[in-house]
DNA sequence: CCACTTTGGCAACACTGTTGCAAAAGCGCA
DNA sequence: TGCGCTTTTGCAACAGTGTTGCCAAAGTGG
């Protein structure tokens, strides 16, 4: 048996209340919720919440935000967050762009920039363009708080120490430190984490009543996942999980790029160069179907640029093959849910996820 | 965003550290281990971690087992659970076979009995058969302190509500509510679970030093698996998680049972019919490289009769198709980590799994 | 105008893990 | 043998958590 969950003391307990609460009044929205609510959400008594929000208050995380209409008794005080008590930087580097963001509390992007970028110009290029773009964001708009910044970025990597593994087609990333060489460019704390990883905890945040599972398929130069389980992105103990491209859905199939036969990528992307996208769509829906039976997760969504180019087409095809087991949608925010689930790895913490 | 956690309270915070406390002195076995020991390990305070293992000792849950050597001062007092302070009933429904069986705290069995079944019977017979194994076995062997009956059952349910799906090929058995059902004969609280995610927390739970996410693969009557992510048993939000045999792997294949084309069991049990260990082993490596792949698990435990049947045959064409990516091996209890497994539900809640 | 309901705060409380200090019990060296 | 040192463990007082009991505030509905 093993304890990832050592134990917790009183400072943990609050720590652990002071995000559950924060996470309710971050579902909750502009239109904030009374105390009594986040009490029955939260499985707390009224007291505890109100000391909880009490303690935001004088932090300045959150505020009253007027009176709800009555429902018999006394009218409910709603409590919201302060969209502007904190802020988080996003950054997507992807094989030919870099885009920044900037976002609120909530959530919500305040100013986001895009440039082109030659990620294979090695590490002290990129770094300068990431530090320019961001310094730059920042001036423009200058806010108090800055928590860190989130890096999302593709190919495998470590989660935890920050450190890059091989970039398929970019040797020169190997085994480079970018969090710490980041962080130490910005002076500010920095996470960093796979683009596929950052858009499922983007999502996991930011839809309104986001089902406990579900996978976010990529489909753009590669075929990647971001798997949400119970809740929380599962990385695996190293980092690695999410490879959906590369599971054999054809033994002795075509040859992969990674030396295997019969890889979903390697046929998926081949439909997608053919124009062929209703095979492609129904082979990423195999691969979907292989996902939902595995894990018995409660929805699938894409993105990457192929799907966003034709989202009806791979919805449609995806859909056919589940056949209605699990809703399948495309990602709202388009090509933006990557740089802004980048953000999210900053602030997730304070929410406890 | 889910809240699956909501808010805890100080006897959810005791409750927590009580069963990182028992986990601990469960891995640490009959050798046990010191209250210094179990604080650092824990992230505790020695003074918390005393004031613990006494409400253990007053429960009878733990007890002292004699000093340590000294390593320079005062040598320690181990501790270590007192195996017979509790036990939990396992039952295995099988086919054709019924197996119970008696563990203590530790997990260790005291008595296992096996009887043939004919699970088509309907479930007032097996019932009869169940409540007339435990109740002899409980005869035989008087223990004062019996927490429950875990059950496992092969085919799809709901391991909340302890209701049977469609189990294939037993249409009497649809919607069962066994665990209401066999709770009420016994007299005992009962807990069902899939066999494949019995034998899998069973592992979690049994192995001294178990890496935090490994995957248990059964191929027996059937093809499927038993998904450890994190330390805990990952069973879906409606316990559909695991279904590894019906994962295509031949797009436009062969018509399996199930509706679909290409599924892994399909393919797999094919070869095992045909005498074909080879093939089927290759198979079931493809089938756990996806999995590997896709979850960034740390090992994988192969089981079920057609394995057991021809471990090393197994073993070896499962590590050809991984390549040493990940550990791979028989479980060493054989089939009986199904009914040992089936105990631990009834258990693990003690050490917080 | 008066019950009634609902919300939320104040004060006292119970219980958690923590801190400070001391005792117990061995080792090692003079 | 005696002394200092280290390590383990316990007692007592403490800080801080959520909880309970009680009450004021502020609406609705008769």
């Not at 707390?44 to 303690?55: D, E, G, H, W, Y």
Request: hydrophobic share 45%; net charge neutral.
């Amino acid at each position: 048996m093993n304890r990832t969950d050592p134990g917790a003391n009183l400072a943990a307990l609050r720590d652990h209340n002071t995000a559950v609460v924060l996470g309710l009044l971050r579902c909750a929205g502009p239109a904030g919720a009374s105390r009594a609510e986040l009490a029955t959400r939260a499985g707390l008594t009224p007291q505890a919440v109100s000391k909880i929000t009490s303690r935001l208050r004088d932090t300045g995380l959150a505020a009253e935000a007027g009176r709800r209409a009555s429902t018999g008794g006394k009218p409910a005080t709603a409590l919201r967050l302060v969209p502007g008590a904190a802020h988080a930087v996003g950054v997507h580097l992807d094989r030919d762009a870099l885009t920044v963001t900037l976002v609120d509390l909530t959530g919500t992007e305040t100013a986001t920039r895009t440039a082109p970028l030659d990620f294979g110009a090695g590490a002290e290029a990129v770094l300068d363009a990431v530090a320019g773009a961001v310094t730059a964001l920042l001036a423009d708009h200058a806010t108090g708080d800055v928590l860190g910044a989130g890096v999302a970025v593709p190919g495998p990597l470590d989660h935890r120490s920050g450190v890059l593994h091989r970039v398929t087609g970019f040797p020169r990333w190997d085994g480079f430190p970018l969090r710490d060489a980041l962080g130490e460019r910005l002076g500010l704390p920095v996470v960093v984490d796979k683009d596929t990883n950052a858009a499922a905890l983007g999502l996991a945040l930011r839809t309104p009543r986001a089902t406990g599972s579900f996978a976010y398929l990529h489909l753009g130069t590669g075929l990647g996942a971001g798997l949400v389980l119970d809740g929380g992105v599962h990385r695996g103990p190293r980092t690695g999980a999410g490879e959906f491209g590369h599971q054999v859905v054809q033994v002795d199939g075509p040859l992969c790029a990674c030396g295997d036969r019969g890889c979903l990528e390697a046929l998926c992307l081949a439909a997608v160069t053919a124009g062929d996208t209703a095979r492609a769509a129904r082979l990423l829906g195999i691969g979907a179907l292989n996902l939902v039976r595995l894990l018995d997760i409660d929805s699938v969504l894409l993105g990457g640029g192929a799907v966003l180019a034709r989202p009806t087409a791979y919805v449609d095809g995806v859909r056919d093959v589940l056949g209605g087991a699990v809703p399948v949608d495309v990602v709202p925010e388009g090509a933006r849910v990557v740089v802004g689930g980048a953000a999210e790895l900053v602030l997730a913490p304070l929410f406890g996820v």
